[in-house]
């Protein structure tokens, strides 16, 4: 009985999908053209998603007749050999599209601009000078390649030239005038800052600006702090650059410090006198204050000079 059953299942099935109509015209993806596509079955039977033939390329619509979708569907599938279709003589398809709108291209044109200039920090944000017309473009993931980019690199003003593209296949060639900003966190002065006073002590905060029209802004603080400090007078409000530090001097002209150096294998510690101001790392002039022989020596610490031979 179950079996009798079965059968007459797959008849009435057979039946069902015995004539599909033709539609008229069809949109489809990169995929590929599948007959669930193009056809409907009659009295709402399902049609199999079967893949029949690559899809058309976007700009190039294709037409098949019937007979030709005939032959597909059989090629895909011999089990369809019997179905007739009907409807119109042909099928227009295109590839499904999709506007590509203004706020959608200048991000993606943002991501390109980063990506080719290396934009490690901060955000970008681009507006165009004009309002960009949208145009049609493939309703699937885009991608946007610059051309032309300036070796000035990022600038407030910049005309970008560009393709987009979907997947392997070019949308087209453009061009459009943008305003652009680069926003990222920078330091400012929280209180008045004065010359030589200690990085580590100084009241900072940080303000979101842009960084084409603050030249030099400061995107983080050095790793010593203790060793820096500011190298000018700065207001309330203003943007410490990085000409608003520098290293502190840890000894002064005329200070008496301990000098190292190495002789035969032994290391040799002698009190001298700094002949001039010096930071970490800064060679200076210094004298033995026994043999009163003058030396040169690399700043190590407030109470170190690394003597150089």
């Known amino acids: 009985m179950l079996r009798l059953l079965t059968l007459l299942f797959l008849a009435a099935t057979q039946l069902l999908a015995a004539e599909w109509t033709l539609a008229p015209s069809a ?3 990169s995929g590929g053209i599948f007959l669930s596509d193009l056809v409907t ?4 039977g399902a049609v199999p998603k079967l893949l029949l ?3 058309p390329s ?3 619509p294709a037409l098949l007749t019937r007979p030709q979708v005939e032959e597909l569907m059989k090629a895909a599938d011999s089990s369809l050999k019997d179905v007739r279709l009907t409807g119109p003589a042909r099928v227009k398809v295109s590839r499904k599209a999709m506007p590509l709108q203004e706020d959608e291209l200048l991000a993606l044109l943002a991501d390109a601009l980063r990506t080719a200039l290396s934009i ?7 507006r165009a000078v004009r309002p960009w017309t949208p145009i049609a473009v493939a309703d699937e993931p885009l ?3 610059l051309s ?5 690199g990022l600038s407030a003003h910049m005309i970008l030239r560009f393709e987009v593209s979907a997947g392997d296949e070019r949308m087209g060639t453009f061009s459009l005038a943008v305003k652009v900003q680069h926003w990222s966190d920078v330091y400012v002065a929280d209180a008045a800052l004065v010359r030589g006073q200690s990085l580590r002590d100084a009241p900072l905060r940080t303000e979101r600006r842009d960084l084409l029209t603050t030249r030099d802004a400061l995107l983080q603080l050095p790793s010593e702090a203790a060793n820096i400090e500011l190298a000018e007078n700065i207001r309330p409000g203003s943007l410490l650059t990085s000409r608003s530090l520098r290293l502190r001097t840890v000894v002064r002209r005329g200070r008496v410090v301990d000098a190292l150096y190495t002789e035969s294998g032994m290391k040799i510690s002698a009190r001298v006198e700094a002949l001039e101001d010096g930071v970490p790392g800064q060679i200076v002039r210094v004298r033995n204050l026994r ?3 003058e030396l040169k020596g690399k700043v190590q610490d407030e109470q170190t000079i690394l003597v150089m031979f």
């Open 143 to 145: 991608t946007v390649r």
């Open 148 to 152: 032309d980019l300036p070796t000035s």
């Open 41 to 44: 079955a009659s009295e709402g």
């Open 58 to 60: 976007f700009h190039r």
């Open 53 to 55: 033939t690559n899809a």
């Open 27 to 29: 949109t489809v993806t």
């Open 120 to 126: 490690r920090t901060g955000d970008l944000e681009l």
């Open 291 to 293: 043999s009163k022989r």
